[in-house]
């Protein structure tokens, strides 16, 4: 289904340079023929000059001053304060898959805190053979593996439940990364401690709690625990942020990102489910009828075009237009991302920059001509279980209107013809 | 469950293919000590296991709950503002916009307990002792009308209480009603009755964060403080302070200290930190973020003198209509003075 190289790629990205160059004043993207020599070009330049910084002017770099709006956001309204509080990827600006981790949005129950390597400690208690402790110097001597996984909290477009509310898929679908891991497994450290005296594993269960001051416990079937959950000290290279859980989280590869705890401390192998806050009061869903789901962990297959979208308008009028988006699922690898430009009556299929990975997420683009024309755009996924993203009615249809959690609905943006985007539902 | 459990089973058999694997162990960390799990062996299940000894009832937790945790959830636990609501709900659940509080919503009294005595009072917490914390979810039931205010909670009387809503919890079901409907072949063409309208816009609601906020937040950040005003202010804090009236102060800050901090290294929490407060421009601290009455308050001329912010300590939403500041207020004089008192020793 990926469709790996296009023939012409290059002459597109040379065709995107010149549209770019152009976009000041031409709207017509026909190649355009320039009346004047380009003072860029013509004239030479202060940057082509003199010189620039040195070497060590920025020991550890930070994006150039001119992409500053390329940041994470807050909605302040969502939350009472910013200590327990989400905010935002900037997926609108980004491309590619992988989430740097300074623009990762960020979760926390009683802030990011500030905890050493040589003060960190895990435990693994409970039904173990040894119960052990183990520094953050023990667990660089286990084999390490690395992994690409997506994090998503399951409130994900959760405030979009009702109607749509938020105008940019930064808020309507930021609060989700992707990086990648190194750490030891789950399973590894599980099995340092030793699991004989769990004897049946099969109803067995690993609760898991960080260092901070909400401790956040979560309880974890011990089939997942063993599984695929990561011990992770590194994210994309390099040791995670103190936001993301610095020095050790716990990943938990395809479900919801409560679970991820940070800074995690204890591992505990249990009988049984604590039912801890996290895992009843919050991250339950609620029906029509008012039972509601619990221990609804996957992430489903969901996708949002990130570019056209109300933060990333089309600047450039009409012509090739690349519609650019992500795809994620919980449950194994993208196989296909559809999009429609008329609000879900057609469908085209998007070419996917690489083959899906499972519970990673997938870039696909959709490279178009744009006439200028009204486009209300969706995008749909498919994953290797040949689920297909719901539409927000079949989501409602089961669900009624009073869930938060686990909204993986096709989100339409309805394109104007000066090419601002905005966030609508439609019939 | 099982189920579910089984087909990951298989999943872990089959990966580790893909994992490094361990013939033996590596004899890595250590064996913890049996203090040492003690400490941070505190999880609570819904059967009762993992509960203390110790015993309250609401009686004593309305006075601890006035001082730890009304500051967010009110007196009554019906919370203030976007502070969640723990009382009230009942039969809210298959309505629109259900109030789900822990007598209308958490199935396990259990979870009350683990919670409070793990992640509260919020900015201070693990703080609260196993009879503290009993009190506390006592009142907590008593809100709900789930015991009487003589009902004295323990481990021993912990299950008799009865969580109205127990039963309203299902296992994840989607892959019944909702996998089995939607993995099938989508439709490409004709896939809707036309014309395709919009029924609903974003932009009607008008909730979306404006980056204008950003620029003014920014500009009452770097606005330089008067150097005046802070010397003024210093001269007020050394010519007149009690020690021991600061000394009951401290005691009365506790009030405070689950959103405001004061002293080395003090920030910014819930509330502004308070160092150097007395005699300060309100609405002025560094970095954070006021509601609009009151940073215009500040923009104002408003000063807190001592006479000022007593006024304000006395009824803060009284005193100034629209404060982010979620307090009932001290209603006591002494307790206003002395927390004053106590907060000129942190001059900045």
Known sequence: M????TPNGTSRRAFLRGAAAAGAGALSATAARAQTPDPLITEVQPWAQSFGDGVDETPYGLPIKFEDDVVRRNVEWLTADTVSSINFTPI???DGTITPQGCAFERHHSGAIELRKD???LMI?????????????DLERFPRENHVYFCECAANTGMEWAGAQLNGAQFTHGM???????????RTLLEEAGLDTAGDLSDKWVFVEGADASSNGRSIPMGKALDDCLIAFKANGEALRKEHGYPVRLVVPGWEGNMWVKWIRRIEVMDGPVESREETSKYTDTLEDGTSRKWTWTMDAKSVVTSPSPQAPISHGTGPLVISGLAWSGNGAITRVDVSKDGGMTWETARLAKEGEAKALTRFYLDTDWDGSEMMLQSRAMDETGYVQPTKAQLREVRGLNSIYHNNCIQT?????????ENVEVS | MSKFLKSTAILAALSLTATPVLAEKLGLGRAALTEEVAAWNGEISPDGTGLPAGSGDAIVGEEIFADQCAACHGDFAEGIGNWPKLAGGMGTLDREDPLKTVGSYWPYLSTAFDYIKRSMPYGNAGTLSDDETYAIVAYILYSNDLIEDDFVLSKETFLDVEMPNVDGFILDDRAETEYAQWRVEPCMENCKPEPVEVTMRATVLDVTPQEEAAVSDDVVVAAPKPEAETAAAAEVVTASFDADLAAEGEKVFRKCSSCHQVGENAKNRVGPMLNGIVGHAAGAVDGFRYSNPMADAGEDGLVWSEQELAAFLADPRGYMRGTKMAFAGLKDEGDQAAVIEYLKSYAD
């Open chain 1, 2 to 5: 990926a469709d790996h190289d």
């Open chain 1, 92 to 94: 609108h600006a980004l």
């Open chain 1, 119 to 121: 003060e960190y400690r």
């Open chain 1, 125 to 137: 208690n409970g039904m173990v053979d040894t119960p052990m402790v183990f520094t953050y110097a």
């Open chain 1, 176 to 186: 989700i990364h992707n990086m990648e891991y190194t750490g030891v497994t789950l």
């Open chain 1, 413 to 421: 943006w309805l394109v104007r013809s000066t090419g601002e985007a």
